[in-house]
């Protein structure tokens, strides 16, 4: 069955430090990605997206990711985080740009002093 | 930016009422709309799709009669949530496809609303 899978249910990351979310993709093709914010009171945020090209995808708010094939990977990375990165991250599926998006569970990122 | 609203944005209801959650694209039209229930602690589960003058598409064990989805016109979808009971409280978060082409280059991407929270008491 098509899927994706967000491993970590909760991360504690300090301020400044380095922040990786994970998600694994389950497709028999290659499917189009995205990393979503979620963020109390507002809509979900697009961060990035991978359709097809370069592997390596920079995002809004520093964020950055890198299609892995070979690892049916999409992880979300940002090399310094901030307090206002506090919330939760979902990473999504869908077989075309048009298709149903299919969310994992979500990462919850609380970030400490 | 694209915006899409909810409102209301929560809701108390008596168990057995109908309560509609209304979603609007403020600054572009939108002949798809989607809408996700997303209980706590939990992932968004797509409900239904919604399009702009004909039925909507539900998801496999999502009930049609009870989920009420009206897509009158390119900008607005309503979902009414009938007969309500207490499991029926939820987040409930719409999203709107923005979609056309600039340059030469089509686009086409879903922007979300800030979600109605209902309690079914």
């Known amino acids: 069955a098509q899927s994706v899978t967000q491993p970590d249910i909760h991360i504690t990351v300090s301020e400044g430090a380095s922040l990786e979310l994970r998600c694994n993709y389950s497709?028999?093709?290659?499917?189009?990605l995205f990393w979503y914010v979620q963020s109390p009171g507002q809509g979900l945020q697009l961060l990035l997206k991978y359709f097809s090209g370069d592997t390596l995808v920079q995002g809004i708010k520093g964020f950055e990711t890198e299609f892995k094939r070979s690892q049916s990977s999409f992880n979300l990375r940002k090399p310094s985080v901030h307090w206002s990165d506090a919330a939760e991250y979902f990473c999504?599926?869908?077989?075309?740009?048009?298709?149903?998006?299919?969310f994992g569970a979500g990462t919850q990122v609380v970030v400490t002093p | 930016g694209a915006v899409v609203s909810q409102h209301p944005s929560w809701v108390i209801c008596k168990s057995g009422t109908s309560v509609k959650i209304e979603c609007r694209s403020l600054d572009f039209q939108a002949t798809t709309m989607f809408w996700y229930r997303q209980f706590p602690k939990q992932s968004l589960m797509l409900m239904a799709t919604s399009n702009e003058g004909s039925k909507a598409t539900y998801e496999q064990g999502v009930e049609k009669d009870k989920f009420l989805i009206n897509h009158a016109s390119l900008t607005l979808s309503t979902l009414t949530v009938t007969s309500a009971h207490p499991e029926d409280s939820s987040f409930y978060i719409c999203s709107a496809r923005r979609q056309g082409r600039m340059g030469g280059v089509s686009y086409n991407e879903q922007f979300f609303g800030p979600g109605t929270r209902l309690t079914v008491l």
């Open positions: 999504a599926g869908a077989t075309d740009s048009w298709g149903k998006l299919q």
């Open positions: 497709y028999g093709a290659t499917p189009y």
